[in-house]
């Protein structure tokens, strides 16, 4: 992010795979169709982020705040969202297969079409704002 200058920049389309963003203030920025495979967002701040059809797979988004983010579409399949804030985010249609949620909180969140085979989802907060069980207990 060489051009960084602050909230709302727009990167949409960019590769920025394998990039170490960790602890970022991203706030409405705009990464729509980015390639952020295998990025580093520990930590990182990307409230109201638009990244609607981005790349995620495998992106380490531990502890991350995406509140209020649209990730419509995106792929965070195998993405690592311990601990993640989720509330008020658009996960329609996003897949999160084999993604880590221990403990996120998507309390708020629009999950329509979401996919999530093979999810850890331990302590995961759905959005009634209860603990998620998984369908085995």
């Known amino acids: 992010l060489q051009n960084w200058g602050g909230q709302g920049q727009d990167f949409s389309g960019q590769d920025l ?4 963003l960790r602890g970022l203030g991203l706030r409405q920025i ?7 495979k295998r990025v580093d967002l520990r930590g990182s ?3 109201g982020a638009d990244l ?3 790349n995620l797979q495998r992106a380490d988004l531990r502890g991350a705040n995406l509140q209020n983010a649209d990730l ?3 792929d965070l399949s195998g993405a690592e969202l311990r601990q993640a804030q989720l509330q008020g985010a658009n996960l329609r249609r996003a897949d999160l297969s084999r993604a880590n949620l221990t403990q996120a909180n998507l309390e708020g969140a629009q999950i329509e079409g979401l996919k999530h085979s093979g999810s850890q989802i331990a302590g995961l907060i759905f959005p009634d704002g209860t603990p998620l069980k998984p369908w085995w207990w």
């Open 30 to 36: 705009r990464l729509r169709g980015a390639n952020l």
């Open 17 to 20: 795979s394998k990039a170490d």
């Open 45 to 47: 701040n990307l409230e």
């Open 52 to 54: 609607r059809g981005a």
């Open 72 to 74: 419509e579409g995106a």
